[in-house]
């Protein structure tokens, strides 16, 4: 299963933006899908999660700020974020977990990851 991100870019201190992530293979399923993130000089966090069926947890450092939702239909998950600010900038990871059924039509599970995208927010 891989996953594709898009929609960072350069955004001002207040602004928003909307980040997606498609995940694409074979005979896969996808359950609990997140967004992770890594600023300059630090480990990756956690920034939301979403389960298959929509339970959402977030780190608190977007909580009121971030939103994050998912279609199933097309397996994307995605990362509003409203309210930046200069120490949201980071690159941003897409995480999904999946079972996708071999060639002898045995369950596989796994983790994939996004190739993250840029975000960066100006003061």
């Avoid at 928003?16 to 992770?36: P, V």
């Avoid at 200069?86 to 071999?102: G, H, K, L, S």
């Avoid at 599970?109 to 960066?120: A, C, K, N, Y």
Wanted: net charge positive; hydrophobic share 30%; proline share 2%.
């Amino acid at each position: 299963v891989q996953l594709q991100a898009s929609g960072g870019g350069l955004v001002q201190a207040g602004g928003s933006l909307r980040l997606s992530c498609a995940a694409s293979g074979r005979r896969f399923s996808i359950n609990g899908m997140g967004w992770h993130r890594q600023a300059p000089g630090k480990q990756r966090e956690l920034v939301a999660t979403i389960s298959s069926a929509g339970i959402t947890n977030y780190a608190d450092s977007g909580k009121g700020r971030f939103t994050i939702s998912r279609d199933n239909a097309k397996n994307t998950v995605y990362l509003q974020m409203n309210s930046l600010k200069p120490e949201d900038t980071a690159v941003y990871y897409c995480e999904a977990d999946y079972i996708y059924y071999n060639d002898y039509d045995e369950p596989v599970v796994g983790r994939s990851w996004g190739q993250g995208t840029l975000v960066t927010v100006s003061s």
